[in-house]
């Protein structure tokens, strides 16, 4: 079997920007391996585990995947406990990578990739489950997350896989996506079921990872829904006017990522759930948007919902991070900081306003804060000067919400952080630090950096360097231990 792709790019080693050095070749793993320190020292008080997810490997023989997410995942964990860390770098052994690797070839269709030969050979098998979005740790076990199908539970020391996770419940067929929230003791996560309707499946689990409340909601047709956000008692989901053609897919002429037409006059609809009962509250349509990522939300004083996230003008954004498989991009497609108000009985927009006219992403809060007012939204940015759609994100950043105050960490040329992630400072509760996976694309390596959080105009107070380079990722998590 032959995967199609037009995207394998010809174009000279030269000609291709820095960040593309990263991905061209898959990623290497590497065991337990104790971290040198490059600089500073680790804060004695951190201790916990940091992992991260993303896509390792775009590339079998002389063929190239479709598009970024197509990537087989490839979780980093690195341990730090009394001032010192060690790191793991493990692809995922889904049953589609362990097949794939025996064959040395593609044998899977995916998000930017159909399968030749008809369409008998895009029906059966299914998507490949390429576990390489997010990661969820609980209590035994840490949770590779994707969009379409179960998560993958590995070893939360050595990252060993061991297979499909159904939360106790599940069937085999059912999806757990890649941004699960947690709050007060409960975890909350959403699932696209498609069959002879299409299906927004709401779950509520305890820690432990069991799904302990489930329903259902009928969407109008099958759009593209990434995340979601917690705010207060309520659950919101912005559904982007996206109207998917499946039939194409099916019969191998199109990847699903193509699939996927811009109806700019269905407007976004916006639904609003119950968090206790997962039953529907409101529902509403407004402007078109389209959004990726949610910051936060929560239940201002005049009971209205406050949401933060990162606003798209249209779905341009599929076709960059298309590009970014290829090691070469050029569409432009700004997310940019948006606010939005909305009245939670009725889902009537009061306000939606931009907030940061910065080139944007990934944007984090304090865990403490899910759900809750807070001030302060650590992201990815753009460094200045920089040609953004020429780059992936080269620096991160606060912004201070309050007084609309960005501060950005920017790390010089050719440096290319990962999305942050948050730690907070127990023995300093309006602080903590930022730790972030940097791609140094001019001596071609890797390295973890900390910094105080509110301190990101400084130099980090500790880099360790990594063994190996470790490719952009997409999502991480800190587990305190």
Same mark, same amino acid.
């Given at each position: 079997m032959?995967?199609? !792709?037009?995207?394998?790019?010809?174009?000279?080693? =030269?000609?291709?920007?820095?960040? +593309?050095?990263? %991905?061209?070749q898959p990623a290497k793993e590497f065991k337990l391996t104790p971290l040198p320190v490059i600089a500073g020292t680790i804060p004695p008080e951190l201790t916990g585990s940091l992992y991260r997810n993303g896509p390792g490997r775009l590339t079998r023989g002389d063929k190239r995947v479709g598009h970024w997410f197509d990537g087989d995942g490839a979780v980093l964990g690195v341990h730090i406990k009394e001032g010192k860390a060690t790191a793991v770098y493990r692809y995922v052994q889904t049953k589609e990578y362990q097949e794939e690797t025996a064959a040395q070839k593609f044998l899977?269709? #995916?998000?930017?990739?159909? +399968?030749?030969?008809?369409?008998?050979? &895009?029906?059966k098998p299914?998507?490949? &489950?390429?576990?390489?979005? =997010?990661?969820?740790?609980?209590?035994?076990?840490?949770?590779?997350?994707?969009?379409? *199908?179960?998560?993958?539970?590995l070893d939360l020391q050595t990252l060993e896989t061991y297979g499909k996770d159904n939360l106790a419940v599940l069937s085999h067929d059912r999806a757990f996506s890649a941004h699960p929230k947690v709050d007060s003791g409960e975890i909350f996560n959403f699932g696209i079921s498609i069959g002879s309707k299409i299906v927004l499946n709401l779950y509520k689990c305890n820690l432990q990872g069991q799904i302990t409340q489930q329903n259902t909601f009928a969407l109008r047709n099958l759009s593209l829904i990434h995340d979601f956000v917690i705010a207060g008692d309520y659950l919101v989901f912005f559904i982007p006017p996206i109207k998917a053609n499946l039939l194409p897919v099916m019969l191998g002429r199109?990847?699903?990522?193509? =699939?996927?037409?811009?109806?700019?006059k269905l407007g976004t609809q916006i639904l609003i759930f119950d968090r206790h009962s997962l039953s529907l509250v409101s529902q509403g349509t407004t402007e078109a948007w389209f959004?990726?990522? @949610?910051?936060?939300?929560?239940?201002?004083?005049? *009971? &209205?919902? %406050?949401?933060?996230?990162?606003?798209?003008?249209?779905?341009?954004? /599929?076709? @960059?991070?298309?590009?970014?498989?290829?090691?070469?991009?050029?569409?432009s497609a700004k997310g940019t900081l948006w606010e939005i108000k909305i009245q939670p009985q009725t889902a009537k927009v009061i306000s939606n306003s931009q907030i940061l006219d910065r080139w944007c992403e990934f944007p984090v809060i304090d865990p403490s804060k899910v759900g809750k007012s807070w001030r302060y939204t650590y992201l990815s940015c753009h460094r200045e000067g920089v040609k953004e759609n020429q780059e992936i994100l080269t620096a991160i950043a606060r912004f201070d919400r309050q007084e609309n105050k960005l501060v950005v960490a920017d790390m010089g040329g050719n440096i290319y952080p990962s999305e942050p992630v @948050?730690?907070? #400072?127990?023995?300093?509760?309006?602080?903590?630090?930022?730790?972030?996976?940097?791609?140094?694309?001019? #001596?071609? !390596? +890797?390295?973890?950096? %900390?910094? /105080? =959080?509110?301190?990101l105009d400084a130099d980090p107070i500790c880099r360790l360097e990594l063994p190996e380079v470790i490719p952009p990722s997409f999502h991480g998590t800190w587990l305190n231990q």
């Open positions: 032959v995967l199609k !792709s037009d995207l394998a790019g010809s174009e000279p080693l =030269s000609d291709r920007p820095k960040w +593309s050095q990263a %991905i061209l899977y269709p #995916n998000y930017g990739m159909t +399968s030749a030969g008809g369409w008998w050979e &895009n029906l299914a998507f490949k &489950n390429v576990a390489n979005t =997010s990661v969820l740790p609980l209590s035994d076990r840490l949770l590779a997350l994707w969009e379409g *199908g179960l998560p993958h539970a199109k990847a699903f990522c193509d =699939s996927m037409e811009w109806k700019p959004q990726w990522h @949610y910051t936060n939300g929560y239940v201002a004083e005049d *009971g &209205n919902l %406050i949401v933060e996230f990162v606003r798209y003008r249209d779905l341009q954004t /599929n076709q @960059y991070l298309k590009e970014v498989a290829t090691g070469k991009t050029t569409t @948050y730690v907070p #400072n127990a023995d300093q509760p309006t602080t903590g630090w930022l730790l972030t996976v940097v791609y140094d694309a001019n #001596n071609h !390596s +890797s390295e973890v950096r %900390i910094y /105080n =959080s509110d301190r």
